[in-house]
Each structure stands twice: as structure tokens, then as C-alpha cells.
């Protein structure tokens, strides 16, 4: 069993770490960002150094007391509180934020966990050079929670997914042992690969604290287009158009619905839409050019191309930075609308890329045989990587449709497993996916990661009850 924080204990960390650790227990380290779930802290603990961390992870292994860890608070599967135990310490990254080195010549940069993924980004533009994961929270999200989720965003198509752009890593084991590999090599076989373990991990076979990242010369041009496809059988033309005709400039493939505009229009009327009339489908389509010639004129050729093949009649190419980023916004923007309309069930999925128009006309007339909603699927096209929500019909509140929303997310899961898919794409696994893990996930593998957990965390303490059922491990 595990222990609640006790005087104790406190008492005990108290001599341990020094004062400026220890935080109020504030809303925040207990809230997710849909507030639709709360979790439940006895201490938060804000170390400064990975010694700090190791020396909090003792003493909570040797107490047997559960320890959450927290990055940005941006998680969208629970995975960064817990509702189950009555006083677990959660471990806050935030004042690990030093940016220990930046190598452009190497193409590295070492930063602690706690750093903001948008001052990651930052210091590597300072360089010259560019740290490409970028997601909606980057403002707010930690590099040490995009590491442990191993978040996705919009440039995988390019540059993969955090996974791809880690060399190495800092980090804690639920014994407090320090692993320290952080030397950029991109060749390294000595031992086993902790690193690739530990990323998507989701704090429950660690604590991240540092990391060797991967830079990329910032390309010498960018453009972005909107284009309009009639469905999403052009969109995936369109998309094999793209990655013929512009090869490895190609950075990002967003697919747009028609109800993700029309939720913008209904929720932020000021956001300025750039087509008179709603479009069925939009693509967006973004590149980056090292050289030879501009990305304007690529992605200007590649419409005249798609115009050609009959793929889409109209389109807009951005001609200024200012253009390209309000292209972006629009996209950026549709997760707010959503928030604002409150969907039913939300579901972050992944389908084979070569499948997604087929799931796209069947999910609506499985969906049909539980009620009528609307749809909003919208989402990274070019990796596969779909947002596909159900919302209650127009004129009709969010509340009256509650009850169905584990029904339609059954729907949607099992449809997904059916066409080769995964239920968790981006977003991890957290608490709030540990069953869909249990019923769709690979026998063989679930055994091999008990074991895994089991060896690594034999008393159960690092983020129990996330990724894995609870009963699933040794306590």
C-alpha cells in the first residue's frame, strides 16, 4: 500500500530540501487545462537541482508515499494529477529552467526539464538555428512533460515527434539513482537505451531533469497556404502531390473541416476568416526552404499543379510573415472554438494515413446509430494524427448528451482499432486511457511493460495508477 504525506515525512523532507522548495498547494498544480478533472496533493515540491529531485525520490520511495510529477499543467489525459490518493507529493519541474548550453555547431542544446517550450525555441533562434516541436501550449508547456508524453504537434511530418529530437537525457529512477547521459552523441550503444524508455514514459518510470536536444538551421524561407480540397480524398491526393512536388521542405499538412470554421465564426466572431464562404475542407500546408528559391514561389508551383490535376479550385499563399501567421492562427485557434461549443467526447487518434478518407465516411454513420451530433475532425493529416469530436446538435445543450459521452467514445475507439489505428495519438496515455490500454493495447506488450514498471519502481510510487492499472504492479 501506499502512504499519504504525513507531519512526519514533511518533517523529514524539511531537512532534506531547502525551503524555496517547497510550494503552496495551489489551484493550479490540481487543476487540468479543461477543468473537468481535479487532483489531490498533501506537498509540492519545486526542486532546484537534479540532487534536489533524487533526494525528494528517496525519501518518497523509502515511505512508500506517491509522487506526481508536474510539468506545465498542459496534459490533456490526467496524467500530471491524481484523484485517487488523499496526499501524494507532487514533484513541480518549474524551477528547473536553466538552458545549460546551446552548440550550434553541434547542433545541440542542453536545457533542464522545467524549461518553457517556447524559450527552448527561443534560445535556439538566438543561434540562428531552430528547435522545431511546436504545439498550441508551447507557451506554457515544459520541454520535461513534452518529453515524458512524447508530445506531437504540427511539425512530425518533418521532424518527427520529441522522441526524434532528444540525444540524450538527465534523469531520476523511482530509487533516486541520477542517470546522466547527456552528451549529444548521435551514436551511442553503450548499454541500453534509457532514453527511448523513458520518453513517453509518462513520469512513471522516472523523472526527467535535463536534456540533450536536437537543432535544425532555420530555413532561409517559409510560406504557408490555405488551400480547399472537396474532400478528404483530395486532401490525402493532395497531400502525395505535396510530398512529391516539394519534397523535404515539406513541414506541416494540417487537415481543416468545414464545422471547425463554423464553430470559430460561432464562438469568436472577430477572428478574422480568410474565404467569403465556408469551404468544405481546407488544407494547410506549410514549408521551409534552405535554398534555392523562395517557398512563396514552391508553393505557388504546387498549387498551379494541384489546380492542373483537378484537386482544388481555390486557395490563399501567404506573402508576408505577418500573412503566415494568420494562417496558423486559424488553426491554432480551432481548440479554443471547441472548448467554447464543449464537446461531448473528444478523441485524439491516429489512423494509416492511406485510410483516414474511408474512416472519415464511416465514423459519422456508426456515430449515427447512438444519436445525431455534429462532428468536428480536424487534425495533422501528414502523420496520420486526427482530432475527431462529437458535439451536441445545433440548438441543443452539451448537458442533455452527457450520458452517451462513454458510449460514443466506445464507438469511436473501436472503429479506430478496426482500421489499424491507435486511441492515443499525441496525447498519451495518462489515467484517462488506462482502460481503452487494457482493452486495445497488445497483450505481449502489457506484460513486457509491467515487468518493466515492476523492475524499475518496485514499491509503485512514481505516478501510480497512469499508464498502467494499479493492480497491475507490484505495491
Keep these: 500500500m501506499l502512504n499519504p504525506v504525513t507531519q512526519a515525512f514533511t518533517e523529514n523532507l524539511r531537512q532534506l530540501l531547502p525551503v524555496e522548495a517547497f510550494r503552496p498547494v495551489e489551484p493550479r498544480y490540481l487543476e487540468e487545462t479543461r477543468g473537468k478533472y ?8 519545486a526542486p532546484e537541482t537534479v540532487e534536489e529531485v533524487s533526494a525528494l525520490v528517496i525519501a518518497c520511495n523509502e515511505a512508500r508515499v506517491p509522487l506526481i510529477p508536474y510539468g506545465g499543467g498542459t496534459g490533456l489525459v490526467s496524467g ?13 519541474l518549474e524551477r ?10 553541434g547542433g545541440t542544446m542542453v536545457v533542464e526539464a522545467g524549461v518553457i517550450l517556447q524559450d527552448v525555441q527561443a534560445a535556439a533562434e538566438a543561434v540562428g538555428m531552430i528547435f522545431p516541436l511546436s504545439l498550441a501550449s508551447e507557451g506554457s508547456a515544459r520541454i520535461g512533460g513534452c518529453l515524458a508524453t ?8 518533418r521532424y518527427g515527434n520529441t522522441r526524434d529530437l532528444c540525444l540524450g537525457l538527465e534523469a531520476v529512477l523511482p530509487t533516486g539513482e541520477i542517470v546522466r547521459r547527456l552528451s549529444g552523441l548521435r551514436k551511442d550503444n553503450l548499454g541500453y537505451d534509457l532514453r527511448n524508455l523513458l520518453i513517453g514514459s509518462e513520469g512513471t518510470l522516472g523523472v526527467i531533469t535535463a536534456a540533450s536536444l536536437k537543432l535544425f538551421p532555420q530555413p532561409a524561407s517559409r510560406a504557408t497556404a490555405l488551400i480547399q480540397v472537396a474532400s478528404p480524398t483530395e486532401a490525402l491526393r493532395l497531400l502525395d502531390l505535396a510530398r512529391k512536388h516539394v519534397g523535404d521542405s515539406l513541414s506541416a499538412f494540417e487537415l481543416i473541416s468545414r464545422q471547425a470554421i463554423e464553430f470559430q465564426i460561432e464562438t469568436m466572431p472577430d477572428l478574422r476568416q480568410p474565404f467569403d464562404t465556408v469551404p468544405e475542407w481546407l488544407c494547410l500546408i506549410d514549408l521551409g526552404r534552405s535554398s534555392g528559391g523562395s517557398a512563396e ?53 491516429s489512423i494509416p494515413i492511406a485510410r483516414i478518407p474511408e474512416f ?11 444519436g445525431d451530433f455534429r462532428i468536428n475532425v480536424f487534425g495533422h493529416l501528414g502523420d496520420g494524427n486526427l482530432h475527431y469530436n462529437a458535439y451536441a446538435p445545433a440548438g441543443h445543450m452539451r448537458a442533455d448528451f452527457v450520458h452517451l459521452t462513454n458510449t460514443i467514445k466506445r464507438c469511436v475507439h ?13 496525447h498519451g496515455v495518462g489515467r484517462l486511457k488506462v482502460e481503452d490500454q487494457d482493452r486495445y493495447g497488445d497483450p505481449g506488450l502489457l506484460v513486457a511493460m509491467r515487468a518493466i514498471k515492476a523492475a524499475l519502481d518496485p514499491n509503485g510510487i512514481m505516478n501510480p495508477g497512469a499508464v498502467l492499472a494499479r493492480q497491475g504492479v507490484t505495491q
Excluded at 96 to 105: H, K, L, N, S, Y
Design 38 to 45: 481535479h487532483g489531490r496533493a498533501g506537498l509540492v515540491i
Design 80 to 92: 500530471q494529477l491524481t484523484e485517487e490518493f488523499d496526499a501524494p507529493v507532487v514533484l513541480s
Design 96 to 105: 528547473m529552467r536553466t538552458v545549460r548550453e546551446v552548440d550550434p555547431a
Design 150 to 157: 512524447n508530445a506531437g504537434g504540427v511539425n512530425v511530418i
Design 297 to 349: 514561389d514552391l508553393l505557388m508551383s504546387l498549387f498551379e499543379t494541384a489546380v492542373e490535376a483537378g484537386l482544388t479550385e481555390d486557395g490563399l499563399i501567404s506573402q508576408s510573415e505577418t500573412q503566415r501567421r494568420e494562417f496558423w492562427n486559424l488553426r491554432e485557434m480551432i481548440p479554443e472554438a471547441n472548448r467554447r461549443i464543449g464537446s461531448i467526447s473528444s478523441h485524439d487518434i
Design 360 to 370: 472519415i465516411e464511416a465514423a459519422p454513420n456508426e456515430l449515427a446509430k447512438v
Design 414 to 426: 473501436d472503429l479506430t482499432h478496426e482500421f489499424g489505428g491507435s486511441v492515443s495519438a499525441e
